[in-house]
């Protein structure tokens, strides 16, 4: 029988939960160390008798960190912590003997930024909401959080969102947002919190609490902001108004599910951040284009315009240059029935898909048999050669054999078609000097043939 100081804590009464800012020397003991079954996370879940490692809920993702075995100097990352039900599990992937005595250290600039945001989402609805916007938040989501998949982070994905029922004016937006930096600012409040066991649960409306909580047993926590605002939370928060520092609300808005809208902003640090992300971003482009900030968009819009009438002369020409090569191409064949194009450097898949486009009539008037291998190559001045290869006949065997003679020519050529005649089409990797000779030479001989 296991006493009730041997119980861990339950999610809702953690020690990251009445203490937001413990980041290190917690210690506390291993509970229980089991073989996680998800592959896609670390092999071991640990839960211990307290922590102050947060696990995801409310909207807000879970914190990271490391566990310290106490009186050794190993520490083993913890790279989340989720709940289930009412207990938290921290993933590992070492195993740790339960009855270990262990110290909890936070990643304090991730658990601040993360407050920073969670604790002006609370303040920036509970400032809509009010009479003067009239605008209810219906959920929300963190931006901000690197994957595997993606560890860097555009500064545009650092936004979070909340949806609203209504779309705001961008009087509403500019207003809002001088009233939530004044409260921040020049009028900070206190940010506290109630816990209700579950005898109080009345008191407040629990209908947003997840339903694998068990209320019966668990404690419900309420975030105050002052007088302005309550609402039931299971997330770390800051102590006051103040420590969020800044709020940037963006005033563009996103329609989703019919009548609501997403409005996007951010708090505190990354404010800084996006701020000196977007100066450099600016600065390269000003040095660019030989402006200043006010004249970006003018030179902008006058570059798109010299890109399309460049983009249309382009096309001009590849349709010019195409008629002039298919009718090279078509004296060829009427000699001997063989042809080649090579087009090194411009010879773009565009270009070539041209030439097929202007041989296509000609070759179906044609009574005799026909072999054309089409080729362009681009990229080399930036390191990075790649080619475009066209096989054109009647017939699917001889486009099958000139793809096996190629083949030991170009060793990064992959491409399909043509079966029973008519087009094969391919690319081709790395497409070095030494094999742009060797098809050369060899096409040549094949034309005297």
């Known amino acids: 029988m296991t006493s009730d100081n041997d119980k861990p804590t339950i999610v809702g009464a953690l020690a990251c939960q009445r203490d937001s800012f413990l980041f290190s020397g917690f210690q506390t003991e291993v509970v229980s160390c089991n073989e996680n079954k998800s592959k896609d996370k670390p092999r071991y879940e640990i839960e211990l008798k307290d922590t102050i490692l947060f696990p995801e809920g409310g909207g807000q993702p879970s914190d990271s960190g490391c566990i310290k ?8 990352p913890v790279p989340s912590i989720s709940r289930r039900g009412l207990h938290a599990m921290h993933h590992v992937d070492t195993e740790i003997q339960p009855g270990t005595k262990v110290e909890i250290i936070v990643d304090e600039a991730k658990r601040i ?26 959920g929300w989501s963190m931006g901000g959080i690197p994957t595997v998949k993606k560890p860097i982070l555009e500064p545009s994905e650092y936004f979070n969102y909340i949806e609203i029922d209504r779309k705001l004016s961008i009087e509403d937006i500019t207003k809002a947002s001088k009233v939530i930096n004044d409260i921040i600012s020049m009028k900070p409040l206190p940010i506290s919190v109630i816990e209700r066991t579950p005898e109080m649960h009345e008191q407040v409306d629990s209908s947003k609490v997840p339903e694998d909580y068990d209320l019966e047993k668990g404690i419900l926590r309420t975030i105050h902001i002052g007088d302005i605002d309550s609402n039931p939370c299971c997330g770390t928060h800051l102590n006051s108004t103040s420590q969020i520092e800044s709020i940037l609300i963006l005033p563009n808005q996103t329609s989703v599910r019919g009548t609501n809208y997403r409005l996007y902003f951010m708090c505190g640090h990354r404010v800084r951040d996006y701020a000196q992300k977007t100066n450099k971003i600016i600065s390269s482009i000003k040095l660019s284009l030989s402006c200043n900030e006010s ?6 819009t006058k570059l798109k315009d010299q890109v399309h009438q460049s983009s249309k002369r382009e096309q ?20 001997n029935g063989k042809a080649y ?6 010879g773009s898949l565009e270009f070539l898909l041209q030439v097929f486009k202007e041989l296509s009539p000609r070759l179906m008037a044609l009574d005799k048999p026909y072999q054309i291998v089409l080729c362009g190559r681009e990229g080399i001045q930036t390191g990075n050669p790649v080619g475009s290869l066209i096989i054109l006949s009647e017939s699917g065997e001889t486009i099958a054999n000139t793809v096996k003679e190629l083949s030991p020519l170009l060793t990064n050529m992959r491409g399909g078609g043509g079966k029973n005649g008519g087009k094969w089409q391919g690319k081709i990797t790395k497409f070095v000097d030494i094999e742009w000779d060797a098809l050369t030479i060899h096409l040549e001989q094949l034309n005297t043939e």
């Open 69 to 76: 075995l106490v009186g050794t100097d190993e520490l083993i």
């Open 113 to 138: 930024d993360h407050m920073q945001q969670h604790s002006g989402q609370h303040l920036l609805s509970s400032i809509l909401e009010s009479s003067e916007f009239n605008a209810k938040t219906l």
């Open 295 to 300: 004249a970006i968009d003018e030179k902008i």
């Open 316 to 335: 001009f020409w590849i349709k010019e240059l195409a008629s002039y090569e298919t009718t090279k191409i078509m004296n060829c064949i009427n000699k």
């Open 341 to 346: 194009l090579l087009k090194d450097e411009f």
